[in-house]
């Protein structure tokens, strides 16, 4: 439903975007990652009409951002990185004043209202400032307002940077909730928020693409293979090492450490093969004893590193 090519974004002489291509389908929450200056603000604002790409095409169901920004706005709520809260105003006059800049009027406001505060849990403060609420329930109007004329499309940037834990938690709750009936798309610098909440992460870093797909295709592509932590009960016998490793599937076996429990093996299999059963049939064969079989992940952070320091390349 969102088609972004080939955009290009220059502030003068600084190109914050270069020729980045995606697209997102309907219901989707994507996550935009990367580190601060990457330009995932700048692509936001070109999804949002705020300002227009220097070159390539953004459409959204078929209508272009340059041509038609009015339907494009119409169809995306977007809740900026410093939400746009009038401190003194009362939650509830600031969102009346952003559902009439919306164009709502009558019954339909006062429900569209409603709903808008019900969604974010905001009942018990609508006659309180907007400046005196704690950041997360700041960022709850925030998005209040987005969502406040039913949009399809919803465009968070760093919705929960600022906030305590709790309020985290909270926020990212909100949010796949509302990603049940709408697409959205969100910037985020930290990983963890990627594997909590989003669908589908597209890795920035300069203003490029580094990596596109869900995180378990980009871990995947990223090892070429798989780490397996295989612990087994007694003690190992002469020459199962070298056993393990000759067999199909089998690239590298290391014998890490011997305890009471057992002893450990670190299996590093090939992709295609079904590892798990591999490894069970084996155990099984030489009379060993499986007490823990665990895939050993890569994380998030590790393939972040790996990407921006090495360059990176383009997955799925
Ligand atoms: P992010 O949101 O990922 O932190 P931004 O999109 O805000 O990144 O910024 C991308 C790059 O563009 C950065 O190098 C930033 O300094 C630059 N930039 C952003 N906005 C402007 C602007 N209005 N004028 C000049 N340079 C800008
Ligand atoms: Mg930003």
């Given amino acids: 439903m969102i088609e972004v090519e080939k955009v290009c974004k220059s502030y003068g002489p600084v190109q914050a975007v270069k020729d980045v291509s995606f697209s997102i389908q309907k219901g989707e929450i994507m996550g935009l990652l990367g580190p601060n200056g990457a330009g995932k603000t700048t692509i936001m604002k070109a999804l949002t009409c705020y300002h227009y790409p220097t070159s390539g095409r953004?459409?959204?169901?078929?209508?272009?951002?340059?041509?038609?920004?009015?339907?494009?706005?119409?169809?995306?709520?977007?809740?900026?990185?410093?939400?746009?809260?009038?401190?003194?105003?009362?939650?509830?006059?600031?969102?009346?004043?952003?559902?009439?800049?919306?164009?709502?009027?009558?019954?339909?406001?006062?429900?569209?209202?409603?709903?808008?505060?019900?969604?974010?849990?905001?009942?018990?403060?609508?006659?309180?400032p907007v400046g005196i609420l704690s950041k997360g329930y700041r960022q709850r109007v925030g998005l209040a307002q987005a969502i406040l004329h039913k949009p399809d499309i919803l465009i968070l940037d760093e919705?929960?940077?600022?906030?305590?834990?709790?309020?985290?938690?909270?926020?990212?709750?909100?949010?796949?909730?509302?990603?049940?009936?709408?697409?959205?798309?969100?910037?985020?610098?930290i990983l963890q928020e990627v594997e909590a909440v989003c669908d589908r992460v597209l890795i920035l870093n300069d203003g490029s693409i580094l990596a596109e797909g869900t995180t378990g295709e980009i871990e995947r592509s990223m090892k070429g293979e798989l780490v397996y932590s295989l612990l087994l009960k007694g003690e190992i016998g002469d020459g199962a090492k070298e056993d393990l490793e000759n067999r199909p599937g089998v690239v590298k076996v290391n014998a890490l450490e011997a305890s009471d429990r057992g002893f450990r093996l670190e299996c590093t299999m090939d992709q295609g093969e079904d590892p798990?059963?591999?490894?069970?049939?084996?155990?099984?064969?030489?009379?060993?004893?499986?007490?823990s079989m665990t895939p050993v992940r890569m994380s998030l952070e590790d393939i972040f590193t790996k990407?921006?320091?090495?360059?990176?390349?383009?997955?799925s």
Avoid at 276 to 289: M, Q, R, S
Avoid at 308 to 315: D, P, S
């Fill in 276 to 291: 798990g059963e591999i490894l069970f049939d084996w155990a099984v064969e030489k009379g060993y004893k499986i007490l």
């Fill in 159 to 189: 919705p929960t940077t600022g906030l305590d834990p709790n309020q985290i938690l909270e926020i990212r709750g909100l949010i796949r909730n509302l990603g049940k009936e709408k697409t959205v798309i969100l910037s985020t610098h």
């Fill in 58 to 128: 953004i459409t959204l169901d078929g209508i272009d951002a340059v041509e038609n920004p009015q339907e494009v706005r119409m169809r995306i709520g977007y809740l900026p990185e410093s939400a746009p809260v009038y401190p003194e105003l009362h939650v509830s006059e600031y969102l009346d004043f952003i559902a009439r800049v919306r164009g709502l009027k009558g019954e339909r406001k006062t429900q569209f209202l409603k709903e808008a505060v019900q969604e974010c849990a905001l009942e018990r403060y609508l006659h309180h």
């Fill in 307 to 315: 990407l921006t320091k090495e360059g990176g390349a383009y997955v």
